[in-house]
């Protein structure tokens, strides 16, 4: 499923190499922490969170095709003052 999210994901980025997916196993669900460009945060969310969500079910729907339980995070790595 990480290939399948990063082939999705790979075209909304301005800087794709920063793209980082990572995914953490918790109690049988697969969550997959997206990292990338704080620039690029409000392009894979979109408006009124229309990109991310559809991203979501995507990933939903491809995951639940196979018996998996996907879910999707974005995480902002903040810099240390």
């Known amino acids: 499923m990480q290939s399948f999210l990063e082939y999705i994901v790979d075209d909304v980025f301005q800087k794709p190499e920063e793209l980082s997916v ?6 049988g669900l ?8 704080p620039a ?3 392009r ?5 969170g229309v990109t991310i969500n559809a991203i979501r079910s ?24």
């Open 30 to 37: 697969t969550v997959y922490e997206l990292r990338m460009n």
């Open 22 to 27: 990572t995914p953490v196993e918790k109690n």
């Open 40 to 42: 690029d945060v409000g």
């Open 58 to 81: 995507l990933l939903t729907a491809g995951s639940a095709k196979k018996g998996l339980h996907c879910s999707l995070e974005i995480v902002e790595d903040r810099p240390n003052p």
């Open 44 to 48: 894979i969310i979109g408006r009124d």
